[in-house]
């Protein structure tokens, strides 16, 4: 359902009223609604200060947040997903467990040779490995580890909570190691308790690949068409289905970062002529620190949905020669039909229907041209751990009146949807079940609800599919939203 402006500050100034004084003074900022700003080729969109939203600042303690923490921001997505190296829970098992295969990293490779992706690895401390430190453990890990995985390239130790606070030098473990098993032993130290969310956790992460993976191979045979791609974790296939685009446009894809990645390729990556990077709230670090130590320029690009690909195929051809720019627009040529026909067969069904987006990473703002290429309406978006950067990229994209909101708790997200009545709502496993109890459709935008790949042109059908599946499935004949629901 579509709101005024008028009416969406008066709900707002109505929910904010709920919170204690101090309370509310903490939140007002972090909850918006976008106005019109005027001529947005004078650049006053993207500059509207009514526009802004408060983030990055820690979340109130006690109130539920669906953010995560440094840890799982390094181990979860930067450094998990890389294929050949084994990653090292350095902690207590229930973290470990928790991030143990939940974002859907695909990998190729054979399962416990060259592929550790689908393993959790712990050092399980102890209450004796609190009192006494856990180095001498650390190193008898990696030890077993080397012993039991040969072709395991390297080893990451991902550092949790305790670990921190007793303050082991997991620095000197890891290069003792490093030096007696001949592997790459990486030291990260990414302890949950650090910074406000799981996005310091992606820049520890950057910084450690800086420090001991980036520049330490050699291309040998560098060419004027290669790429990395940079931000992509190949959630359900995703950096799979955008490698075969770019592979197709007559790049070559060097290294990806770091959806079925591995540690040599990642080595290399210094050498490429341009960095395509997907996911820029997790990957921005790496890129501009390419960008100033090698003069490697780096590129967003967007591959959800028709309209975004052909417009991000075109900025990447741009970058090269004639011959590239032409293949463009064969691409283009060759997949529109297709894509014409997904759009003409779920359209019909989809055309009109609202979205409300609360994620995390690129998501609130890239995936909004697939939904509107279905002809669906963004009605608000979100981010769980943004910063200014990223609302300053995504609020010009959204119409006047969309609810803009970050690090919402989960009582202000409950009653933002009661608010505007979403067809469909896209956030994560924390609230999947508790809207499709309220009666809303709701699809998980973290890991595609064990679907997927979304990307690319492979991927609009199964995003089409799904979209339509989540609100017109029959399911929802036999339950009534809060909304709908006769008062007695």
């Given at each position: 359902?579509?709101?005024?402006?008028?009416?969406?500050?008066?709900?707002?100034?109505?929910?904010?009223?709920?919170?204690?004084?101090?309370?509310?003074?903490?939140?007002?900022?972090?909850?918006?609604?976008?106005?019109?700003?005027?001529?947005?080729?004078?650049?006053?969109?993207?500059?509207?200060s009514t526009c802004a939203v408060k983030s990055n600042v820690k979340s109130?303690?006690?109130?539920?947040?669906?953010?995560?923490?440094?840890?799982?921001?390094?181990?979860?997505?930067?450094?998990?997903?890389?294929?050949?190296?084994?990653?090292?829970?350095?902690?207590?098992?229930?973290?470990?467990?928790?991030?143990?295969?939940?974002?859907?990293?695909?990998?190729?490779?054979?399962?416990?040779?060259?592929?550790?992706?689908?393993?959790?690895?712990?050092?399980?401390?102890?209450?004796?490995?609190?009192?006494?430190?856990?180095?001498?453990?650390?190193?008898?890990?990696?030890?077993?580890?080397?012993?039991?995985?040969?072709?395991?390239?390297?080893?990451?130790?991902?550092?949790?909570?305790?670990?921190?606070?007793?303050?082991?030098?997991?620095?000197?473990?890891?290069?003792?190691?490093?030096?007696?098993?001949?592997?790459?032993?990486?030291?990260?130290?990414?302890?949950?308790?650090?910074?406000?969310s799981q996005s310091l956790g992606h820049h520890i992460a950057n910084d450690?690949?800086?420090d001991h993976v980036l520049g330490k191979g050699t291309l040998a045979d560098?060419?004027?068409?290669?790429?990395?791609?940079?931000?992509?974790?190949?959630?359900?296939?995703?950096?799979?289905?955008?490698?075969?685009?770019?592979?197709?446009?007559?790049?070559?894809?060097?290294?990806?970062?770091?959806?079925?990645?591995?540690?040599?390729?990642?080595?290399?990556?210094?050498?490429?002529?341009?960095?395509?990077?997907?996911?820029?709230?997790?990957?921005?670090?790496?890129?501009?620190?390419?960008?100033?130590?090698?003069?490697?320029?780096?590129?967003?690009?967007?591959?959800?949905?028709?309209?975004?690909?052909?417009?991000?195929?075109?900025?990447?051809?741009?970058?090269?020669?004639?011959?590239?720019?032409?293949?463009?627009?064969?691409?283009?040529?060759?997949?529109?039909?297709?894509?014409?026909?997904?759009?003409?067969?779920?359209?019909?069904?989809?055309?009109?229907?609202?979205?409300?987006?609360?994620?995390?990473?690129?998501?609130?703002?890239?995936?909004?041209?697939?939904?509107?290429?279905?002809?669906?309406?963004?009605?608000?978006?979100?981010?769980?751990?943004?910063?200014?950067?990223?609302?300053?990229?995504?609020?010009?994209?959204?119409?006047?009146?969309?609810?803009?909101?970050?690090?919402?708790?989960?009582?202000?997200?409950?009653?933002?949807?009661?608010?505007?009545?979403?067809?469909?709502?896209?956030?994560?496993?924390?609230?999947?079940?508790?809207?499709?109890?309220?009666?809303?459709?709701?699809?998980?935008?973290?890991?595609?609800?064990?679907?997927?790949?979304?990307?690319?042109?492979?991927?609009?059908?199964?995003?089409?599919?799904?979209?339509?599946?989540?609100?017109?499935?029959?399911?929802?004949?036999?339950?009534?939203?809060?909304?709908?629901?006769?008062?007695?």
């Amino acid at each position: 359902m579509s709101r005024t402006v008028k009416e969406t500050k008066a709900f707002l100034e109505e929910l904010l009223g709920t919170y204690p004084e101090k309370t509310r003074k903490k939140r007002e900022g972090h909850l918006a609604v976008k106005e019109s700003c005027g001529d947005t080729s004078t650049g006053g969109e993207s500059a509207c200060s009514t526009c802004a939203v408060k983030s990055n600042v820690k979340s109130i303690p006690g109130v539920m947040t669906a953010r995560g923490c440094a840890y799982a921001g390094s181990k979860g997505v930067v450094w998990g997903p890389i294929r050949d190296m084994v990653h090292l829970s350095h902690g207590p098992v229930g973290c470990g467990y928790y991030s143990w295969s939940t974002r859907r990293n695909l990998a190729q490779g054979k399962p416990g040779v060259d592929n550790f992706v689908p393993f959790q690895f712990t050092s399980d401390f102890q209450e004796q490995d609190i009192v006494y430190g856990g180095a001498q453990k650390l190193e008898t890990i990696c030890r077993e580890i080397n012993t039991l995985f040969p072709e395991a390239k390297g080893i990451s130790i991902q550092s949790e909570c305790p670990v921190g606070l007793i303050g082991d030098d997991i620095e000197a473990s890891a290069k003792k190691m490093n030096d007696e098993l001949g592997i790459d032993v990486i030291p990260v130290r990414c302890e949950g308790f650090r910074g406000v969310s799981q996005s310091l956790g992606h820049h520890i992460a950057n910084d450690t690949i800086r420090d001991h993976v980036l520049g330490k191979g050699t291309l040998a045979d560098p060419g004027p068409y290669d790429v990395a791609i940079i931000g992509d974790y190949n959630i359900g296939g995703d950096a799979w289905a955008s490698r075969k685009i770019l592979e197709e446009l007559g790049l070559r894809v060097v290294a990806m970062w770091s959806g079925d990645g591995q540690l040599e390729t990642m080595k290399l990556t210094h050498s490429v002529k341009l960095n395509l990077i997907h996911c820029y709230r997790s990957m921005n670090y790496i890129a501009r620190h390419m960008e100033e130590a090698y003069g490697i320029p780096w590129l967003e690009y967007n591959f959800f949905g028709p309209t975004k690909i052909e417009a991000s195929l075109r900025s990447i051809a741009a970058r090269f020669d004639d011959k590239i720019i032409e293949n463009a627009e064969k691409i283009i040529a060759k997949y529109k039909p297709a894509m014409n026909e997904v759009v003409s067969k779920y359209k019909a069904r989809l055309d009109g229907k609202t979205v409300m987006l609360y994620v995390g990473g690129l998501r609130p703002r890239h995936v909004i041209g697939a939904y509107e290429d279905l002809g669906m309406k963004i009605i608000g978006s979100g981010y769980e751990f943004g910063h200014a950067d990223d609302y300053k990229r995504t609020i010009p994209q959204l119409g006047v009146g969309t609810l803009v909101y970050d690090d919402v708790t989960q009582f202000e997200l409950d009653e933002l949807v009661k608010f505007i009545k979403p067809d469909l709502v896209g956030a994560g496993i924390k609230e999947k079940y508790v809207f499709q109890k309220m009666g809303v459709p709701f699809r998980q935008m973290h890991s595609w609800d064990y679907s997927g790949p979304y990307h690319g042109y492979d991927g609009f059908p199964i995003f089409a599919r799904d979209m339509d599946m989540a609100i017109n499935s029959p399911t929802w004949k036999l339950v009534k939203a809060p909304w709908d629901k006769e008062i007695r």
